[in-house]
């Protein structure tokens, strides 16, 4: 990406946190024989990755706010943006040593996504968006797959588990996507399943009950490149609901149509 100096900023904060979380993920790799297994140590490489993540942007704009998972709010002087940062996105992959998780580094301005960054340190793929600027994964420029019908389309999605989400609610919806979709994924890394709607890899993703630190990076990947991004009801700010629909032109209508048939009961 012709790198400018915000997504510089951005890019080196994230490469120097995945440094750290690259070797804590090999701990895990060995922690997972512990009959304790790695759940505290993964809480620490969290917090340690935050650290460095703020730090480092910190230095560079010293008057900008954060929206942190681990650290909660840290209000700016600036009052107008807002770093919004997960430092390992997908922690019940990198827990189970499964090789799929991200760091990811937003940005809002006035509350609207501007910018975004996510690293997957396993792969070195590094995905970069910046409004009017374009999404980027390393160098190339990124742009939504063409798929133009849903049932030629790989569709993702996120999973509610135990104490998450309306299970019965998602498994209407599923129903209602498994019957049109070529196929479903369920890869646990939400940032990486915009990134991947944007890279035209996946044609679309629905899912619900998210945090702004899993989307706000994506968001800008996805719309950078040519896609859609929004609530899944229609509301005006997915970045509060947290309910997200991501995807090419084309799945628009079609994943509309699916969410609206499972309300209905069909
Ligand atoms: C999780 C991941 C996952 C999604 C979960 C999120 P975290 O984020 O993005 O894909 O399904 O709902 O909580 O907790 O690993 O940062």
């Not at 650290?71 to 430092?87: F, K, R």
């Not at 919806?173 to 990134?195: F, M, N, P, W």
């Not at 929004?230 to 970045?239: F, K, L, R, S, Y």
Request: charged share 25%; hydrophobic share 40%; proline share 4%.
């Amino acid at each position: 990406m012709p790198a400018s100096p915000l997504i510089t900023v951005m890019t080196g904060a994230a490469r120097k946190a995945a440094r750290a979380v690259s070797r804590d993920f090999g701990e895990v790799e060995n922690l997972q024989v512990s009959q304790k297994g790695p759940a505290d140590f993964v809480t620490r490489a969290d917090r340690k990755a935050e650290k460095v993540i703020v730090e480092e942007l910190k230095k560079a704009r010293p008057k900008w706010g954060f929206q942190l998972e681990e650290g909660g709010e840290i209000a700016g002087t600036d009052g107008q943006h807002v770093w919004v940062v997960d430092p390992i996105d997908g922690t019940t992959n990198f827990i189970h040593g499964i090789p799929h998780f991200a760091v990811s580094i937003g940005l809002t301005r006035n509350g609207e996504p501007v910018a975004g960054v996510i690293y997957n340190p396993i792969t070195d793929e590094l995905f970069a968006a910046e409004r009017g600027g374009g999404a980027y994964l390393n160098d190339r420029r990124l742009r939504v797959s063409g798929r133009r019908d849903i049932s030629d389309a790989v569709i993702a999605c996120g999973i509610p588990h135990r104490g998450r989400g309306d299970h019965a609610e998602f498994r209407r919806e599923l129903a209602q996507v498994q019957a049109k979709a070529a196929g479903i994924r369920r890869a646990g890394t939400a940032s990486l399943d915009l990134a991947w709607v944007a890279a035209g890899r996946l044609d679309g993703y629905w899912e619900r009950g998210l945090q702004p630190w899993d989307i706000c990076a994506g968001i800008v990947m996805v719309r950078e490149a040519g896609g859609f991004a929004a609530d899944i009801d229609g509301g005006p700010d997915v970045m509060n609901t947290g309910d997200i629909m991501a995807g090419n032109e084309h799945m628009q209508s079609g994943l509309k149509a699916c969410i609206k048939a499972a309300r209905a009961g069909e």
